[in-house]
Structure formats: C-alpha cells, structure tokens
C-alpha cells in the first residue's frame, strides 16, 4: 500500500468496515460524534496545532491530514479497540515506512465509569494487559518479555511499537497533556530508528533538538527517564508513562507477559 487511503478503500471494497479515521473523516463526521469526541478531538488540535509543540512529527502528520484517530467509549468498547489495533499494524505491515512515518495512531478514552481520573493510567496498562493476551500473533522471538529489559518494547500483531500514555493531570509535562482525556498516540517502533536513529550523526542532532523544544516547551523541565532505545540504562516502559511530582509512577512495570498458550486460554 501507498497511503492509509488505500488501505482503507481496499478494506472497504472487500466489505470490511475500517474503524479507524484520519483528521479529514473526523472533521467531516463531527456532527456525528458524541461531545466529548467532539472535545477531545479540539483539544487535541489545538495543543498539536501550537507552533512551540516539541515533537514535529506529531506537528507533521497533524498538518498532512495523516494522523490517525480511534475513540474508545467504555471498558466494553475494548473489542473495537482490538479492530483498530489490527487495522492499525497490518497497515503497518503492508506499507513501506516512508508511506506511513507520518501515520500516528491516536486513541481518545471516554472519562465515564471505570475510566475515572483517578485511575486513567491504571485503565491504560489494564488496555495494553487486555490487547496483548487477545494479540493474533505470537509475541516476536527477538524482543525479551521482561519490561525491565532495555530491548523490551511492547508488541502487536508482529509490530514493535511505542507507547506515549499522555492525562490531562499532567502540568509539568506539557507535551503530555494533549486533551482532558487519557490518550494514547501509538507509533510503530521503527519510525524512531528511521529519522532519530542513535547511531547516526542526523538522528543524534535531531534528537537532542526535539530535547531542546521539549525543555522549553515544559518551562525547563526535561524527564529523566528519557532514554535510547537499547541503552542498558533505558527501560521503554518508563517512557511509555512518565511522571512529574504528583502523579508517581509505579516501582514496577504493571505490564505482564503472557505466553501464547495462556492468551488462548485467557481468550477462551
């Protein structure tokens, strides 16, 4: 595949309904979305929208129209997250990067019921828990299950990816308050090695100028849990949900693997 376009007219033309929508389709839909879809996605835009935003792939994909977008109404709702996550890695897998780098998946968690501000990370590991035991697909040899291992990232559907769990409670981390609402924006893991790698001069520089806007951007204040990938001292998950005075972290990684023959039976 080319684009997303493409892959979503070939879903649709063999009669499967695509979940997933690019900025386009929510802006013509929004009449159609519920308020707080309607909030979320405004949110988003304006935050991403904002010419200090640190990340410019965000602000890239944000301004082609290739962003990427799922909302998620209730913990009930997690079998159309499922859908999306499919969609979203067989996408990934069918397209070379070059056609998809600038394809962030952004998914919007609705705040009623169980999903309290309270326990908005909570929700989050429990989301990443419930996909990975119902994943299609056997967890990649080469990627150890040990979050604590600095090779660990997480896996779906045979596609490492990153994980950026972002609240509106945060306050010092600014980059990590995109919304009122907890986000997730999932990215392929490969992305990063592709335009920041760490063992290029160019993916070094630019790397260390993402850091420089990062710390304007939070008034000075940079995480320390920022790392490399595959640095002895990196552990991703600590990167996946970074804290700030007031919202701790926990000690260990509520993350578990799941071998395949207990996903079948966890499914069953």
């Known amino acids: 595949m080319k684009t997303w ?3 979503r007219t070939s879903l649709i033309k063999h009669d499967k309904e695509c979940v997933l929508q690019n900025r386009l389709l929510v802006e013509t839909r929004q009449k159609e979305l519920e308020a707080w879809m309607q909030k979320a996605f405004a949110q988003f835009a304006h935050t991403i929208s904002d010419k200090n935003f640190p990340c410019p792939f965000g602000q890239k994909s944000w301004a082609k129209g290739s962003t990427l977008f799922l909302f998620v109404k209730e913990p009930n709702d997690f079998s159309n997250l499922l859908r999306g996550m499919i969609e979203y890695t067989n996408f990934t897998k069918s397209t070379p990067i070059d056609n998809r780098i600038l394809c962030p998946l ?5 705040d009623t019921g169980q999903f ?3 326990e908005r990370y909570t929700i989050a590991w429990n989301t990443l828990e419930w996909i990975h035991i119902h994943d299609p697909e056997k967890w990649p040899d080469e990627i150890p299950d040990d979050p604590d291992n600095p090779a660990w990232c997480f896996c779906f559907n045979g596609v490492q ?4 769990m972002s609240s509106g409670e945060h306050k010092r981390l600014r980059n990590r308050n995109l919304c009122d609402f907890m986000t997730l924006v999932i990215n392929p893991r490969e992305n990063f090695d592709a ?16 850091r420089r806007r990062l710390e304007k951007y939070n008034n000075g204040f940079v995480p320390p849990e ?10 991703e998950w600590k990167q ?3 804290e700030e005075e007031g919202m701790r972290r926990p000690d260990r990684c509520p993350f578990s693997h799941v071998s395949h023959s207990r996903k079948q039976r966890h499914a069953d």
């Open 226 to 235: 920022l790392g490399f990938y595959g640095e002895e001292s990196n552990k």
């Open 161 to 164: 990816l990153f994980i950026n």
């Open 5 to 7: 376009e493409e892959y």
């Open 195 to 210: 335009v920041a790698s760490l063992n290029t001069r160019q993916g070094r520089l630019l790397r260390e100028n993402i």
């Open 116 to 118: 309290a501000r309270s």
């Open 240 to 242: 996946y949900q970074l």
């Open 106 to 110: 952004v998914v919007f968690f609705c």
